[in-house]
């Protein structure tokens, strides 16, 4: 519909352009606003019809890099010598698209032809024997290590700034190494994608004739372009975590390759033997090691036994009150588990496909206010008679705090955009929208502060979007995810705003990150945030595992001098 | 009944004596063994009813200490300017009492009269700032701190085998800092006693007007005389921990005073800002520094939902098979989770006074047979749909391998004795048993290889018990703790005898201790155990929060040289 209005650029991107590089997902996929979305972005946004219809900076070129290789031809030779001629890339396209994470800073600087941060060299080892000599060879020639998993970091974490070597995990280390039925344990390693993981579990019962099928329970929105091993380094959460755990929880032991040896974490679920090493690598974003290979929980596929629900609530006071009581309330958790303040509810009925049907009008006529309406969406998982304990009890707290009930539709109709929203980046930004995301985690006490400080700092500037929700879940508390969208404008512009944000989430007390991670983005603010003790620790773990700062150097967490 | 036949030395300790510090728990509590276990002892150990008769070594000299004070006046004087002189004790009586921990060998030395290791002086905290005070002075000083909470260490984890400085915890930093029921957590002082911190729970209503009542979830064998700070750095697990979690799962945040400085670990359930410095800091056994507070998850306290339950299986194998299942079916976990291997559960029916009821007789019936029948105990906590839930599915798992419903008696019987079994032990060793205990985690594949190589170690000594239960459950494995008793013998054979179970239990995979923490006891193992590597990283943190080695030195986990 929308396309009689604006033309959106749904155009397989051109071979070893930018555009290639920075477009999300499969090339040949495509998602645009619907006419709704669209009519609301340019009111609320203050961009004209004509404004629209012009498109920006495609990134159409082909790639070129000036930033010429510093590596000697003696090291180059020596890494050839380790992986073979095939598994190591110069020319300037490999060079660049294994540089760039999906910060919308890069797609904007990538839009405009700027590499701004570029490896060298460019090696795809095959085994945990050649990343042991990659690092052993860095380590003796003090060579910086850069790692890339699936590419979609969102803080700069795989960002090369000063230069080296990036390593490539997923073109041959995603392997499925072992499923340990009885354990109830999958090993594999570090490069392995989120979609075969899940379908080597899902059809377990034939690929490895176990008795039951598996799902490895974390479903990040990345995670059809995302790694195992990404997913543990950054403490990745799924948007099934409040019932199966953030990738944190998940994961029971890890190898490593560090320029202080190579090792592999105890397998044992729990155990009394001193601070667990396991926990201490988790979340170390690749500046103490390369994380080659990691044994996780995986979990019954039992899709037979979900139940789904979904509820307005008349207010975000109400529908917090009544999620903060289902965690609370001892019952387990849904797996999903969303709620939206009222500026998303009002944007995901538009994106959702709601308005307009039986269940919006009905909504409406019960009373439910737009900009006041929040939507609670959920799915409750694991065995039968659990899950339908959650969605009875779901249901009567639910009522208790004035939320009706609206069936499961809302939750299937997210559930489709779940992996492809992201699909929209980039025809919005074609068409001058900027959008882009931060999160934190909250405890139940401070959301509400954190909620109120953040939007009205992103609402003192005109013409601004700026959603909310909740979608990771404790007894504790939650985090917040805002969405935040203005008139695409000068990078410097935008670069104080989203500094601005920030400052306002650490300000009020939400942490930098709740499961982006921290990058070389969010690190300017980690001393602060943790206090200079607390950052100490985690740079005398830095300097014990890599004494001569080889491992993605240049500001990652705070652990050295800033890029 | 059984006083007919042995005089148990049911009798207060006599004030200063070595027996008021070894003998557990109250003074004036006692229990003995029922006739059938005596009888039992006697037949299976070899004692004839003439030597059980003898007391051996009661303990009841007043306590002296040889080990003379060798910390300079100035020194005391400085440390009685920072807390007061009412806060210091150079005593022998005190010196000795607050040195001293649980480990049989202890007991064994302090009834001949032999203290190994002492404190030069006692210090009792009354706050934070004395803390901070006290580790400063000891640090500029070089001063050795150990850290005493409730006494109940069965690792030598406080043994002051370099002297210097013990502070204790638990004589004025004991209290309940703050209540959030918001966020479902509280924060205490590290040196609060179990039953003080329960008791304030489950009365939240009255004390603090809270809505709900709550309880800690953390209910260790130690409960009655152990410190919430002292189940945080010894990683401790609680009898409900399957479904409370472990102390590791419970703990939110922590404060420490380290000689690197102060702080205090953010409150968030969950963030992606790098390696996790709360978990960093669990199970440090007062080696990188003091933990003076903790935040914790708190729960619903709820008993009138409480679903008990009991099984009788046809041997091990397909009890451990049940309980694997009811661990992996996603139905949510029992509370109380325990399963008795034959031996013990033969033992058990005799200790809870199962033996000779009508429950026993129609096992008997059923032809369950002594010697290959195990017992399984559990309850389930939580909302009320959720544990009526769990016991259904726990019912129709245990029928399908072969398990027969004996009602809820038996973890009725268990729950009398659960902290009360300790008390046992001095009467025991008092007639010549030698009693003892050791832990490992264990994952499902490698559980039976490990039961059978201790149990075959401990058996190939002739009259010997050894029991095995496991009682910490979760989806990738359990812990077995294993109960060994002998006739009392020298120290020396005892030592050898120790050492080969922990090597048998090491040497077939299981990890050193689940839940009663390293020590000095378990520190020569370390090494082998982590691999170099891995030691080597908690080795890097010891030596940044505590440069000078000051903070619980001599061994402890293996962190610097042995004494």
Known sequence: MSDKKVKWKNVIPEKDSYRSIFKWGDPKEFKNPKLGLYEHLKKTLGISEEEFSIVKNPGNNKVTCEVSIKLSEDHITAFKNIVGEENVNLDDYSRVKYSTGLTLFEQLNLREGIVEAVSDIIIHPRDKEDIRKIVNYCNDHEISIYVYGGGSSVTLGLTPVKGGVTIVMNTHMNKLIELNEKNQTCTVQAGMMGPDYEYQLNNANKLFKTFKKYTCGHFPQSFEYSTVGG?????????????????????????????????????????????????????????????????????????????????IFPNWESSIDAVREISQSQFGFPSVFRISDPEETDLAFKLYGIEG???????????????????????????????????????????????????????????????????????????????????????????????????????????????????????????????????????????????????????????????????????????????????????????????????????????????
């Open 231 to 311: 997913w543990i380094v950054t403490l990745g959460a799924g948007q099934q975590s409040s019932y199966y755990g953030d990738i944190y929880d998940i994961v029971i032991s890890q190898e490593y390759v560090t320029p202080a040896g190579t090792f592999k974490t105890k397998e044992y679920p729990a155990a009394a033997t001193g601070p667990k090493i396991n926990d201490i690598m988790k979340g170390s974003e690749g500046t103490f090691g390369v994380l080659v290979s990691a044994t996780l929980k995986i979990f019954r596929y039992m899709p037979e036994n979900n139940q789904n629900f979904a509820f």
């Open 357 to 563: 049907t039986v269940i919006d009008k009905y909504i409406k006529r019960k009373g439910y206010k737009p900009g006041e309406k929040c939507l609670y969406l959920g799915r409750a998982e694991g065995e039968k008679g659990f899950t339908r304990n959650i969605k009875k009890n779901v249901k009567k707290i639910c009522k208790r705090f004035n939320g009706m009930y609206i069936t499961g539709f809302p939750l299937k109709a997210w559930e489709k955009g779940r992996y492809t929203d992201p699909y929209m980046r980039e025809p919005l930004v074609d068409h001058g929208v900027l959008v882009d995301t931060l999160e934190t985690s909250v405890t139940w006490d401070n959301l509400h502060k954190i909620h109120k400080t953040v939007r009205s700092f992103v609402k003192s500037k005109p013409h601004t979007i700026c959603t909310s929700h909740a979608s990771h879940f404790y007894p504790q508390g939650t985090n917040l995810y805002f969405i935040f969208m203005t008139k695409l404008e000068e990078m410097d512009n935008f670069k104080v705003f989203h500094r601005g944000i920030v400052d306002s989430i650490v300000e009020c007390g939400g942490s930098i990150s709740h499961h982006h991670g921290i990058g070389k983005i969010f690190a300017p603010w980690m001393k602060n945030h943790l206090g200079k003790e607390q950052l100490d620790v985690l740079i005398a773990l830095k300097k014990h595992f890599d004494p001569k700062n080889i491992m993605n150097p240049g500001g990652t967490m705070g652990l050295d001098e800033l890029r």
